[in-house]
Every structure is written in C-alpha cells, then in structure tokens.
C-alpha cells in the first residue's frame, strides 16, 4: 500500500479561496441561527459540533489503523489543533471549567487560523474524506470556542491570555524533547514545516523563537478583540 503524502493547498489559490469561504460562510450561519436561539437549544447546537469533533476523531484514527497509516510518530494527538480538538470533544460533557475553556478559546482559534491560512492534510489518501474532514475537525475548533463564548455564558479573565501562553510553554517544553525521542514533529517543534507559513522566519530553533513573540501578540489581540479590554 503507497504511503499516503501531505496534501498542501497553496495560499491564495482558487481552491484555498473557496474552502475558506464555504468555512467562514458556514461558521458565520451557525452563530447566527445560534444566536437566536434559546438557551436550552444552543446547548444543543454547542453539542452538535462536540460530537461531530467526536465523530471525525474517531473515524479518523480508525482509518489510519485499518490502513495502515497510523504511526506513533504522526498520530498522537499533540500538535495544537489535536489538543484542542480533544478539549472539544468533551468540555461540555464535564462540570463547567473555565480554565480549559479559556485554552479552547485561544489555542483553537489561532491553531485552527493557521491551519486555514496554510493548509496542510496529513496523511492524505485522496478521499473526499480526509479533505472535509480537516476542514471540518479545525472549523468546529474555531466555531466551538466562539459559540461558548458568545452563547453560553463562558468568559476570559484577566489575563488569560497571558495564562494560556505560559500553558502552551508548558506543553512546548514536554512536547520538543518527546519530538527528538520518537523522530516526530509534533507541534512544528523538531524542523519546519513544509507550507509557506509568513510566520515562519529562519531555521531550526529561531523559527520558533519568533513564534514565542506571535504567540504573546496574537494571544493579547485575540483577548481585546473578544472582551472589548486592555491590560
């Protein structure tokens, strides 16, 4: 069986065009339905995009199992958007925990921002499949975090954004030794990655010494954007 390849969609192309569209149009409608529903309603729409991120986990990894593709190497759930996609999976299905959500929020949201800004699908078998779902696993990180926010009652404290960063350098500093271990690249960590990412600036480890100053910038703008406030 032919190992399958990333599958890179180049910025600004027709296709990235459209697949961003159809997402924004998509995540915009939902909030817009949502909004005007009712609390006991928007719970259940809340839920929808958690057991549709449920869905696609699993039926993701089984397909790598049943093919073959899965590896320890590629497969665990430990770059950004795999850990916020495990957040998503089951936040609502636990008493209310701010802290997590608070990680949700920013790490989803800018995880899954870079995700659609240079796309890159991972074991890409050419099935309709593997493509919808990547857009489909990173949407629902994105839109989950936003609607909680604006529909059910969930807030970013003071300084979250700070916090969630020093969480992230937390993570960095179990995951790039972990990298170097099991020869994997989980989060970016261990070399570059193959998309033209304007974010990427130099080699292997100033990249992500660059990424460290992004990281403080995009966290404090998300924060004011969201809340309306400034530290």
């Known amino acids: 069986m032919t190992e399958p390849k990333a599958y890179i969609i180049e910025f600004l192309s027709d ?25 006991k309603h928007q719970l259940r729409m809340a839920m929808l995009i958690a057991l549709l991120l449920i869905s696609t986990t699993i039926t993701g990894h089984t397909r790598n199992i049943i093919n073959g593709y899965w590896d320890v190497s590629d497969n665990l759930p430990l770059h950004l958007c795999s850990i916020s996609n495990l957040i998503a999976c089951f936040i609502l299905f636990i008493p209310k925990n701010n802290r997590l959500f608070e990680f949700l929020y920013y790490a989803g949201i800018i995880g899954a921002f870079q995700a659609f800004l240079t796309p890159q699908i991972n074991n890409f078998d050419g099935t309709n499949y ?4 990547y857009y489909l696993s990173h949407g629902g990180i994105m839109l ?9 009652g969930y807030e970013l404290s003071n300084y979250s954004w700070l916090k969630v960063v020093l969480y992230l350098n937390i993570l960095l500093a179990i995951v790039m030794p972990l990298n170097f271990i099991i020869d994997s690249n989980y989060m970016y960590l261990a070399y570059v990655p193959d998309v033209s990412n304007p974010l990427i600036i130099g080699d292997w480890p100033y990249y992500i010494l660059f990424w460290e ?6 966290t404090y703008i998300l924060y004011v954007m969201s809340t309306g406030k400034r530290v």
């Open 130 to 133: 593997e493509y919808l779902e």
């Open 144 to 152: 989950l975090p936003i609607f909680m926010f604006k529909n059910l």
């Open 213 to 218: 100053i992004f990281l403080v910038i995009l």
């Open 15 to 39: 296709e990235w065009i459209r697949n961003c569209l159809w997402t924004l149009f998509i995540m915009v409608t939902y909030l817009f339905v949502g909004k005007r529903m009712s609390a």
